[in-house]
């Protein structure tokens, strides 16, 4: 059982967090011809797969949270309607695109803080509080990506979501295991900078690089081979 208290999302935010990821993922699900129940579960996936991790591999503090509410699985069966009774259109909304980035950006870190929250309360020593705080922030973007049979972006170059994650994952642990800051104050500070990071990545496109010296086998990888 947790014996401290921790740092939670706001439920705004976290119920608009969880929608919108319900949407990208319902979308994703729709472009690739998924019936109804493909559509669900890959929604799901999308926006809890992080959580449901945390709480079933590490946690382990009774039922995932969630399902001790039903408030997660009604925003996303609400996401997947919206895209079942307006498809195409959902995606096309003036902003959507950069208001999923945008929420991805805080999310990051946001759910980085909750799942290390939760780990530290946990009595989870640091380094698995770090892996604990990775998993919650960017694990249901691998669920995701494993279940549709793709690779997973986290493998791949781009504009530092992941080092971003873990960039704030290490900020977290140092201000409050070093400088002995609170949890919440730590914690906002953490979301402020992987947002800050993200946000500048994107807009100058800084991103991650294979190692050149194996860039003889860059196409085999692709083509699932290793020579």
Known sequence: MMHARVFLLP???DYSATFLWAISGAVLGARRGYAILGIITIALV???GGGLLRDGLFIQDGPPVL???PIYLWLIAAAVLIVMLFGGRVERLPGFAKGIVLI?????GAYAVVG???ALAAGISLPGVVVVGMVNAVGGGILRDVLINAEPDMFKPGTLDQAS???GCLLFLGLTQALGLAQFWAAWITI???FGLRVLAIRFRI???PLRDFRAYWGGAANGKDE
């Open 192 to 194: 402020a900078a992987v």
């Open 165 to 167: 994650a873990l960039a």
């Open 11 to 13: 439920p705004f935010f």
């Open 116 to 118: 290390m929250g939760r």
């Open 207 to 209: 991103e991650s690089r």
């Open 46 to 48: 999308s926006s809890t």
């Open 67 to 69: 399902v001790r509410t």
């Open 104 to 108: 991805d950006a805080l999310g990051l």
